[in-house]
């Protein structure tokens, strides 16, 4: 009995010791999903901010995307989609097909966020959370500098 009652343990052990991936480098795999080459982007002109950034999902199963957490902020920030030049949509959530990449630096789906949302705007790296109905994948995007544009 405590071989058993040993091993129960050891099992709780490991599970508790399961923590979300932390992005490396401006890349990070999770559940599947990875973020590569993932930039915070000053649109010109105005104060709204894009983020640039590869997804892919990885797996073998749908993954659904409902948009992404800047640091301070309790609520995602949807995609967005373009139905016509300078018009966008927000989208409730996308869904990433099993072995499917959205390419968010084109100019057809985009995330992007006025820098009224708290937005630190010094050059360097800043953790966002990319919001799925699986939980929150924590990665890193680099934030440009713009002050010589």
Do not use: C
Request: hydrophobic residues 45%; glycine residues 8%; aromatic residues 6%.
């Amino acid at each position: 009995m405590p071989v058993f009652r040993m091993g129960i343990v050891a099992l709780m052990l490991g599970l508790l010791n399961i923590s979300p991936a932390w992005a490396d480098n401006n890349a990070v795999d999770y559940l599947g999903l990875s973020v590569r080459e993932a930039q915070l982007v000053q649109e010109p002109g105005i104060d709204q901010w894009r983020i640039k950034a590869r997804i892919s999902n990885d797996s073998t199963i749908n993954l659904v995307i409902l948009g992404v957490v800047l640091p301070g902020l309790m609520h995602s920030t949807p995609f967005k989609v373009k139905v016509a030049e300078g018009r966008y949509a927000d989208l409730g959530s996308l869904t990433l097909a099993p072995e499917e990449q959205l390419d968010l630096s084109t100019s057809h789906i985009l995330m992007a966020f006025n820098g009224a949302d708290g937005l630190n705007r010094q050059p360097g790296d800043l953790t966002l959370k990319l919001h799925t109905t699986e939980g929150y994948l924590p990665f890193v995007a680099h934030l440009e500098d713009t002050t010589h544009r």
